[in-house]
């Protein structure tokens, strides 16, 4: 079940006093289309990463700065999982009310079972600032990467800060 899609996530963020800043677009799939689109502050985008272990009993939401790559085997090296690979869209469907295009750490906001871990890359948090979708690819949000941290945290997620 989907509880927060994009207007109860920019409600969510009025309700706790977080400052934001509110970039309307037209639907972006990849780091590359949210670039060609013109969205604010290209230098503070992400990029997310919806992983599961091998035996489907870990799952995690990985943020990092959209220009950097790491390898699957280096996640998980990091986060000291077993072997990860990509999660299924349905899983990303039914565990956090996303499709592909629209992934955001705010989706674990919608996961009722609280399953997901997010993962941040340190240099979000250097960075100060990021842009993550509130749950809708047609629309992005700047803020404060620590109060998307303690936005998530204060909601009963998980959330680990991991240099990848």
Known sequence: MRA???AETIALLDQGGIAYELYEHEAVFTVEQ?????????ELGAKNLFLRDDK???YYLVCLPDKKSV??????ERLGSRRLSFASEKDLG?????????????????DA???VEVVIDRELVDAGRVTVHPCDNTATVLLATTDLIAL??????TVRVVDL
Do not use: D
């Open 4 to 6: 927060f899609g994009k």
């Open 34 to 42: 949210a670039h060609a689109a013109g969205i604010p502050h290209p």
């Open 56 to 58: 489907h009993r870990a």
């Open 71 to 76: 390898s699957l085997r280096e996640v998980q």
């Open 94 to 110: 039914e565990m956090l009310g996303l499709v592909p295009g629209s992934v955001t750490p705010l989706g674990v906001l919608n």
């Open 113 to 115: 079972e609280r399953r």
């Open 152 to 157: 998530l945290r204060g909601r009963g997620r």
